[in-house]
């Protein structure tokens, strides 16, 4: 058959109902467009394996059995484990071949979803550009000069590219969401702690997450509902707090946005123009802007990486690297060195201004539906990268660093393309258990791109 053009879990679930196509069709389809030495992928389940994964769910299926996902392909960041494939964390040194799979993914596989393999990423999840892995660079689907954004690099490009109708990853810092909003991706960062984090390799253990890519908001949703739940036997794991009724689809709502003087492009000004155009139709849906105090929100993001976080990060790879430090790309090394810098005195207290920090951030977020800021201040080429790898990265993170510091959920969407053809995304953040009310906002936005410029400014008035 030819291949699926649109791969969305909606579209497929609509091709398999009319009975004429099976999975095992769209997974051979896929492995031909795919082809063989591509940089997103590290590992690419052989194909006769997939296509006997295929039979399997297409047997589960006539026998009755109930499944959300049938049939449909996704892909899983290197770091997260599936039983019977290498999980290397973009570092030969360090692979295993774990005999159990990740909790999200036993969810996933249960749901009747087809693993097609293991993404690439930056070298133990360390880094927000995408180019910190010796399997190779991945660039952005819109142009192959420019970083695809990490650390879950290789998850949003095979999404992009149609190769997966969705990709697991993990966000520490902005790695669900910066790559999202460079490669035209919906982006979720659930609340730290709902997804269970069994079977990651770890980074720092306490703010990590799984993230989902996905090429609409109904399909991210769809995924989170399906991958959610307490894990008892994840220490980091949370039980909801209290129950969240998403709002209504229409009506008048407040949304935080950035003050002008808060607004870093670090030097692409056309990059804050999608923003101000991001602002303007969430106020013809509904929204009023309130400008917010952004100090507190960029002090936290600094601790991620100048701060004792660090250390945690260090003290979670340290028994696994050990003595195997020469296997380290030298910027990762450079990264975790800085640890030392840090001992228990200035790590409480640390902790004890996030805490000052958190509390004055949820106090602006609580009578807004979101804030809104973008995915990431701009985009840089593979080479600017290269060149200047801490500093660019660190910029990189400027509106992603302190989201899972301050213990907020966020969505990361769509916005627009820059000139030079790579997408730009805005992100929805709001306090933790908060996740459906932002999909429900997301999905007003994206509802009004896809309208006429005219339907919208008369819906406006």
Not at 189 to 197: A, E, F, I, N, Q
Request: charged share 20%.
């Amino acid at each position: 058959m030819r291949a699926v053009a649109d791969l969305s879990v909606q579209v497929l679930e609509r091709i398999y109902a009319s009975g004429r196509t099976k999975p095992r069709d769209v997974v051979a389809a896929i492995y031909d467009r795919i082809g063989s030495g591509r940089p997103e992928w590290i590992y690419q389940r052989p194909r006769v394996e997939a296509l006997e994964a295929c039979a399997a769910v297409e047997q589960r299926r006539v026998s009755g059995e109930p499944l959300p996902l049938y049939g449909i392909p996704f892909g899983v960041k290197d770091n997260i484990d599936v039983a019977g494939m290498p999980t290397t964390a973009a570092c030969e040194a360090f692979a295993y071949v774990p005999e159990r799979d990740a909790r999200c993914v036993e969810y996933l596989l249960q749901a009747g979803a087809i693993c097609l393999g293991k993404t690439n990423l930056d070298q133990f999840a360390t880094g927000l550009s995408g180019v910190r892995s010796p399997y190779g660079a991945c660039s952005s689907v819109g142009n192959s000069l420019y970083v695809s954004g990490g650390s879950s690099s290789g998850s949003a490009v095979a999404v992009a590219l149609g190769h997966v109708s969705f990709a697991l990853g993990t966000d520490t810092g902005g790695s669900g969401r910066i790559p999202a909003g460079f490669n035209g991706l919906v982006g979720v960062k659930p609340t730290v702690g709902r997804l269970s984090s069994r079977g990651l390799v770890p980074n720092c253990p306490i703010i990590d997450c799984p993230s989902i890519f996905a090429l609409t908001v109904e399909d991210g949703s769809r995924i989170l509902k399906i991958t959610d739940g307490f894990d008892a036997d994840d220490p980091f794991s949370r039980r909801a707090i209290r129950s969240i009724s998403p709002p209504p689809d229409a009506g008048p709502f407040r949304f935080g946005v950035l003050t002008v003087e808060d607004r870093e492009w670090h030097g692409m000004p056309e990059c804050g123009r999608l923003y101000e155009t991001a602002i303007q139709r969430f106020v013809e849906i509904g929204g009023m802007p309130v400008e917010i105090d952004f100090a507190p929100f960029r002090e936290a993001g600094q601790m991620l990486f100048n701060g004792p976080w660090i250390a945690e990060r260090s003290a979670a790879l340290g028994p696994i690297v050990g003595d195997r430090q020469d296997a380290l790309l030298d910027v990762t090394r450079a990264v975790l060195a800085t640890a030392q810098r840090y001992d228990a005195a200035k790590a409480f207290a640390a902790m004890h201004r996030l805490a000052h920090l958190r509390l004055a951030v949820w106090r602006q977020l609580d009578s807004l539906s979101a804030l809104v800021v973008p995915t990431a201040s701009r985009p840089f080429t593979i080479e600017e990268m290269n060149a200047d790898p801490i500093r660019l990265n660190n910029q990189l993170g400027h509106y992603s660093y302190f989201a899972n510091l301050l213990d907020l959920c966020a969505m990361a969407i769509p916005n627009g393309v820059l000139s030079c053809g790579v997408p730009m995304g805005i992100t929805l953040l709001a306090p933790a258990w908060n996740d459906e009310n932002l999909a429900a906002l997301a999905r007003r936005f994206a509802a009004d791109r896809h309208k006429p410029q005219r339907e919208r400014a008369a819906a406006a008035g």
